[in-house]
């Protein structure tokens, strides 16, 4: 049997994109939802806090909500909200969770909704990653990797 040269060189094509994808992608299903690129900027030495941010698209008919999460690295774990106080930005906890509405995507990101790393134990380093378990009412438990990244400009400074 003779392959065709072009046949092999769109083998090798397609295998290099799935490898890009497993790379990069960092994503996770459970259920109905779609967990994309869980990150925390790498705090300053020293700090007892740290924020989560990452994406989470409910693909399902269903409401979902974001209610725990747990992790080695932290003492406590909360989900934050932020609102503006006498024009000052400031970050609540979010009673009861976050809700996760169907067919939507919810995005925790640097001044808005976050994850909330407290009583910070060791992070590893930045390009390093460690695991935490995300418990939503329907999805379960669905444990992912949060990768440490650089601060970058849209630091979360102001925490
Ligand atoms: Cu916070």
Request: no cysteine; glycine share 10%.
């Amino acid at each position: 049997m003779r392959l065709s040269k072009e046949f092999i060189v769109a083998i090798v094509l397609t295998g290099a994109a799935l490898m890009a994808t497993a790379a990069h992608a960092h994503d996770y299903k459970a259920g109905a939802l779609v967990i994309a690129h869980p990150w925390t900027p790498k705090p300053p030495a020293g700090a007892k806090v740290a924020a989560g941010f990452l994406k989470i698209t409910n693909e399902g008919k269903e409401d979902d909500r974001l209610v725990a999460i747990s992790a080695e690295v932290a003492g406590k774990i909360q989900i934050h909200g932020m609102k503006i106080e006498n024009g000052i930005m400031k970050m609540f906890e979010l009673a009861g969770g976050l809700a996760i509405p169907a067919g939507q995507t919810v995005e925790l990101k640097s001044k808005s909704n976050h994850v909330m790393f407290m009583g910070l134990k060791t992070l590893p380093a930045e390009g390093q990653s460690f695991t935490a378990v995300l418990t939503f009412e329907k999805a379960g438990e669905v444990p992912v990797e949060f990768a440490v990244e650089p601060m970058g400009g849209d630091d979360h400074g102001e925490m």
